[in-house]
């Protein structure tokens, strides 16, 4: 169980042009999802918190209108990079949240995240 | 503030010796504390959280709040456990997780 999928695996784009990315949580309902950007060996970077029905919320220095969030249902959430330049290139993650019994926090489930290069 | 920290970038054994990953953190409540694990070309696992208690491929990670660390540990370590190990710290329900760097463990056969 716990299952989150990301659509696509990978991706290549022009300069100047949109991407979509989409995120399921195919076997639950997500309390909450999250967005995150990994560079080549590094950590995770949180890019923004979104909840269904309302705005996310953005980590400090995420630019809000270049990473346009979406979540329009317990289970969906997409991710669109608008005018994509080259050093958006990265490989971006999602998670789901899953409130479980007893737990003092949600357990996040991530998605097996989207190669996004940008030419 | 929320901090995690993972002292070690790599950690290196043979195949058979001990393991422990460090961990530490900083929060000022009572935090869930969990280790996520990312083999190669996967997707980033849960492997444990402590309020579970759980011992997972053999591993157990306590939370001693007092040293405030969460350290995880492995008595025999076995080739297919390379892999990188984040520790992550939740500040309760609907919270974000904060991570640690990360710890490459790389075991040696």
């Known amino acids: ?119 | 503030a929320q901090r995690v920290t993972q002292p070690e970038k790599l950690l290196s054994v043979f195949k058979g010796a001990p393991v422990e990953l460090k961990c530490n953190y900083s929060y000022s409540g009572s935090p869930e504390l969990f280790w996520y694990v990312q083999y190669s070309r996967q997707r980033l696992q849960l492997l444990l959280r402590h309020i579970s208690r759980e011992s997972i491929k053999g591993f157990t990670a306590d939370l001693n709040k007092g040293e405030t660390s969460f350290h995880l540990k492995k008595p025999f370590a076995q080739e297919e456990d390379s892999a990188m190990y984040y520790c992550a710290l939740s500040g309760g329900l609907g919270n974000k997780l904060v991570f640690g760097a990360g710890t490459i463990l790389r075991v040696k056969s």
Not at chain 1, 26 to 45: E, G, H, N
Not at chain 1, 66 to 77: E, G, R, V, W, Y
Not at chain 1, 105 to 114: E, H, N
Request: proline share 3%.
């Open chain 1, 1 to 119: 169980g716990a299952v989150v999928s990301q659509h696509p695996s990978w991706v290549i784009c022009k300069s100047g042009t949109s991407v979509k990315i989409e995120c399921r949580s195919l076997d639950f309902q997500a309390t909450t999802m999250f967005w995150y950007r990994q560079f080549p060996k590094q950590s995770l970077m949180l890019m923004a918190t979104s909840n269904e029905g309302s705005k996310a919320t953005y980590e400090q220095g995420v630019e809000k209108d270049k990473f346009l969030i979406n979540h329009a249902s317990l289970t969906l959430s997409t991710l669109t990079v608008t005018s994509a330049h080259p050093e958006d290139s990265s490989f971006y993650i999602c998670s789901a949240s899953l409130r479980e019994q007893f737990a003092l926090a949600d357990t996040q489930y991530f998605g097996p995240g989207t190669r996004l290069t940008v030419l």
